[in-house]
């Protein structure tokens, strides 16, 4: 494309099917303690990468 | 729901639902912000006036494009599915562990109430720390990574028991198929070379407390009496230990308040000073504080924001950059769509342990008696309190439903909005004010490391 560049390949709908196993990081556990900061979290779902 | 905006000489369209995101042009920025209200026609005779018909036909042709890709304008699909989450059986996966209600220094904005939670000064004992890991154990269904972290007060005042718990927990390793992550959040005072190493075997995050410049940390950092710098002490201490865990897997964090809304200085200080994973947050106050965050100071916050933003941009082309937690967005490989929906866990997934054993849903609900939870002993007895944080999401949360922000913050902080709004799924406006302008942010710099 000439006008738009997309910077992710991936969308959310894709992350449906092997999604919600529980196993990521609790955000609060990570650095905040005052927000929840759930969007930076890694995925530790082999089958989701 | 298509969310645009400028940032650093960046046009970006945040296509919210799919989480796709796509740096534009001018011409595509103005078709898409009319795409679904006027017809293909008008669009096209109205721009071309500005950008010539060829170009103007491209660019209209390549968001139809994405449209039918599916990533534009598509439509929020998630309900359902969320849906389907709830006949999952309940498990628990974190732990807060109130190490100590007690610290050795008096931070003014200390929503541990100077590290007692307004009750008693208290240490945690070994035994009720072991029976948390037990609680832990048995709830966590078939999770297999568990979560510790020890929180305080100030947890390096009772590192016994903090060694017992981790000592604990390696021996269930090896009974249990469990793996566990603990972390320990530290204002650095007692910091040594015994406890560094220590922590640098035991531990796989830390967070270490500086707020920044040394007259806004210690203004607002102070020992009990009043007399000398805790940044003084702290400082070497934690370059040293950042250093020893090769700048990697650790955090000097920090809170900013009204009195230093510039607080764009205090991080380009830390990151001055060596560091390179740092976090500096706004702090959660009552509005009556005088350091409290009010909504006249947002267009100042922001601004801060922007010229962090900037600056970061800049340095990391330099090849001298660092991580700002509040930006860090994983946009390819981050978090699914249901972890996206259901924010932090706390009061079922996430819980706190406090010195006596008592169980609450995070550790900013300690020492409100109606959200004490159970405890170490009996378990979550309070399953009417359990029920409600489990029913709270995205969805449950009227103010979330035309955010753009939504999937990024996962409906934001449940004891935030119930401070402010005497309800977990209310919301704390300023809060949401700053997440979103956060993520705005954090997308500039995505799309100024693809532009490199």
């Known amino acids: 494309m000439k006008h738009i560049v997309t910077l992710n390949e991936r969308v959310l709908e894709d992350t449906m099917e092997h999604g919600g196993c529980g196993e990521c990081q609790t955000s609060c556990q990570s650095a905040c303690k005052t927000s929840c900061t759930v969007g930076n979290q890694n995925c530790e779902n082999e089958a989701q990468k | ?113 100077k590290g007692e939670y307004n009750g008693e000064r208290e240490m945690m004992s070994p035994e009720v720390g072991k029976k948390a890991l037990d609680f832990l154990v048995a709830n966590s269904g078939n999770r297999k990574h568990l979560e510790v972290d020890f929180f305080g007060g100030e947890p390096t005042m009772n590192m016994d028991t903090v060694k017992q718990i981790v000592e604990y927990g390696r021996q269930l390793e090896k009974t249990t198929d469990k793996i566990f992550r603990f972390t320990l959040t530290t204002n650095g005072l007692l910091l040594n070379d015994e406890l560094e190493e220590y922590i640098n075997k035991e531990m796989s995050n830390v967070v270490l407390s500086i707020d920044g410049r040394k007259e806004v940390n210690d203004f607002m950092r102070p020992f009990r009496g009043g007399n000398g710098s805790s940044y003084d002490i702290i400082l070497p201490k934690y370059k040293k230990l950042a250093e020893s865990r090769n700048q990697e897997n650790y955090y000097v964090r920090g809170t900013f308040t009204h009195n230093n809304i510039d607080f764009s200085k205090d991080v380009l200080h830390l990151a001055d000073e060596g560091f390179k994973q740092i976090s500096v947050e706004p702090v959660v106050a009552e509005p009556s504080e005088d350091y409290a965050i009010r909504e006249e100071d947002l267009p100042a916050i922001f601004e801060e924001y922007d010229k962090l933003a900037c600056e ?54 300690v020492g409100n008696e109606d959200m004490k939870m159970g405890d170490v ?23 979330c439903q035309d955010c753009f922000a939504k999937f990024y913050c996962s409906g934001g902080c449940a004891a935030n909005a119930f401070n402010y709004s005497g309800d977990i799924n209310g919301n704390y406006k300023i809060g949401c004010e700053m997440q979103k302008k956060r993520v705005e942010c954090a997308l500039m710099l995505k799309a100024a490391e693809a532009m490199m």
Not at chain 2, 342 to 352: A, F, H, M, N, P
């Open chain 2, 1 to 113: 729901m298509v969310h645009q905006f400028k940032n650093n000489g960046f046009n970006i369209a945040m296509d919210v639902n799919s989480g796709a995101i796509h740096v534009v042009d001018d011409p595509v920025y103005e078709i898409i912000s009319r795409y679904e209200a006027d017809s293909k026609e008008d669009i096209i005779n109205d721009l071309s006036k500005e950008y010539g018909l060829e170009e103007t036909k491209e660019a209209y042709d390549e968001v139809t494009l994405l449209k039918e890709d599916g990533k534009l304008f598509t439509k929020d699909i998630y309900m359902p599915y969320l849906k389907s989450f709830d006949s999952r059986p309940i498990v628990v996966k974190a732990l807060c562990m109130h190490i100590a209600h007690d610290c050795n220094l008096v931070c003014k904005y200390c929503f541990a109430g």
């Open chain 2, 312 to 365: 970061m941009s800049k340095r990391k082309k330099e090849g001298r950059g660092f991580n700002f937690f509040h930006f860090m967005i994983d946009i390819d490989g981050g978090p699914c769509v249901a972890k996206r929906l259901q924010g932090c866990g706390s009061g079922c997934e996430y819980l706190s342990v406090t010195p006596n054993g008592d169980l609450y849903p995070c550790h900013q609900f």
């Open chain 2, 377 to 399: 002993d009996t378990g979550v007895t309070n399953t009417a309190l359990r029920s409600e944080f489990r029913k709270s999401n995205v969805y449950s949360k009227p103010a």
